[in-house]
T-cell receptor, first 112, second 114 residues
């Protein structure tokens, strides 16, 4: 039972354009959301997070948007760079529990 | 300082054998997580340690899986009588505290059961 879903397994974007990665979740108890970036043969690295009390969090080229009513979050990367090419995972947790639930990942390719 | 380290990086074992996977978290991190990622799947939570509290073992898929954390630092994940479906990348992560803290991941151990 996948509580966090990333329905696009891959995405290709031209360098300089915007990359939009999407994530949907089913558990309304989730109140904290994170995005991780993973290069091959490495562990995921934290990118950006958002609490459910906010609907937007921005850090440089990365912005995460949260739509609680739709149970949807997205990661925007502007402008996209070739070094952004990686697999991106979204994750969610509920303050009442210890678990983080991860999506299956979206492989982003930024074309120079 | 050093990040999270895991050993071995790769492990090939025969079905039915036991394996031990090791995780060295970042010094000072009280929380430690084990995940596994099977081919084409997301990260699956296995177990969570927080300080001296009893671990949250709710993600362990069967009683063949166990983990311990000695002295609040190094952790070992043990899989007994390995099966082919245990083949996956096993990832360890540590963080400063409970959920809502950034998790720092190790590079993972790729386990292949033949």
């Amino acid at each position: 039972d996948q509580q966090v879903k990333q329905n696009s397994p891959s995405l290709s974007v031209q360098e300089g354009r915007i990359s939009i990665l999407n994530c949907d979740y089913t558990n309304s108890m989730f109140d904290y959301f994170l995005w991780y970036k993973k290069y091959p043969a490495e562990g995921p690295t934290f990118l950006i997070s958002i609490s459910s009390i906010k609907d937007k969090n921005e850090d440089g080229r990365f912005t995460v948007f949260l739509n609680k009513s739709a149970k949807h979050l997205s990661l925007h990367i502007v402008p996209s760079q070739p070094g952004d090419s990686a697999v991106y995972f979204c994750a969610a947790s509920a303050n009442t529990g210890n678990q983080f639930y991860f999506g299956t990942g979206t492989s982003l390719t930024v074309i120079p | 300082g050093a990040g999270v380290s895991q050993s071995p990086s790769n492990k090939v074992t025969e079905k039915g054998k036991d394996v031990e996977l090791r995780c060295d978290p970042i010094s000072g991190h009280t929380a430690l997580y084990w995940y596994r990622q099977s081919l084409g799947q997301g990260l699956e939570f296995l177990i969570y340690f927080q300080g001296n509290s009893a671990p949250d073992k709710s993600g362990l898929p069967s009683d063949r899986f166990s983990a311990e954390r000695t002295g609040g630092s190094v952790s070992t994940l043990t899989i007994q009588r390995t099966q082919q479906e245990d083949s996956a990348v096993y990832l360890c992560a540590s963080s400063l505290g409970r959920q809502n803290y950034e998790q720092y991941f190790g590079p993972g151990t790729r386990l292949t059961v033949t």
